[in-house]
């Protein structure tokens, strides 16, 4: 079955450490992208990426990184800078095309030690 | 800047009544509206998408309306289940969510 893979579903960092969550999909989507949803609030766009090696800042990309060097993954790390980074992660990949649904992974939880 | 509310955190009804979900949005017109299903711990599932020039959109026991008059719509579970206890989440255009609201069904 086709779907997006998220690993690890839990992440632990310690402070001044950079960390990277898995993103993996396997439904030939041009279109990924990174959410992070916290208690109370709706997803918040991190990053995307529509074509391999291109991607754009979302609304709260400050701290955190990705990379798209294959179409079927997109990692993303979150950085010491990223100050508040306890949160679930989601990630997402979308058919390009008008009115096309997005498809999620199970998400990340991180957490700071 | 855009802005999405969905209607109370949280709903608690009856076996076999029907939830009645709303999503307002503000500062933008998108072409379409979709939502989606949440269960704890997991990623959002597509239910239905329904687009601008559509009224009203059914999927076997869900039923949705789009009226950018008001810049809203309305989420409707009739002869609802335990098993539709989860959190949906509204998402007008494309890359922008509501927070949600979590319903219970009282067996």
């Known amino acids: 079955d086709g779907g997006i893979t998220q690993s690890p579903k839990y992440l632990f960092r310690k402070e001044g450490q950079n960390v990277t969550l898995s993103c993996e999909q396997n439904?030939?989507?041009?279109?990924m992208y990174w959410y992070r949803q916290d208690p109370g609030q709706g997803l918040r766009l991190i990053y995307y990426?529509?074509?391999?090696?291109?991607?754009q800042k979302g609304d709260i990309a400050e701290g955190y990184s990705v990379s798209r060097e294959k179409k079927e993954s997109f990692p993303l790390t979150v950085t010491s800078a990223q100050k508040n980074p306890t949160a679930f992660y989601l990630c997402?990949?979308?058919?390009?095309?008008?009115?096309?649904?997005?498809?999620f992974g199970d998400g990340t939880r991180l957490s700071i030690l | 800047s855009q802005k999405i509310e969905q209607n109370s955190e949280a709903l608690n009804i009856q076996e076999g009544k029907t939830a009645t979900l709303t999503c307002n949005y503000t500062?933008?017109?998108?072409?379409?509206l979709q939502w989606y299903r949440q269960d704890p711990g997991r990623g959002p599932v597509f239910l239905l998408l329904?687009?601008?020039?559509?009224k009203e959109k059914r999927k076997e026991r869900l039923k949705v309306t789009f009226d950018t008059t008001l810049k809203q719509s309305l989420f409707h579970i009739t002869a609802s289940q335990p098993a539709d206890s989860a959190t949906y989440l509204c998402?007008?255009?494309?890359?922008?969510f509501g927070a949600g609201t979590t319903v219970t069904v009282r067996a």
């Open positions: 997402a990949s979308h058919k390009t095309g008008s009115n096309q649904p997005q498809h």
């Open positions: 439904l030939n989507h041009d279109a």
């Open positions: 990426s529509q074509i391999v090696n291109d991607f």
């Open positions: 500062n933008y017109s998108p072409a379409y």
């Open positions: 329904i687009r601008e020039n559509e």
């Open positions: 998402a007008p255009g494309e890359l922008s």
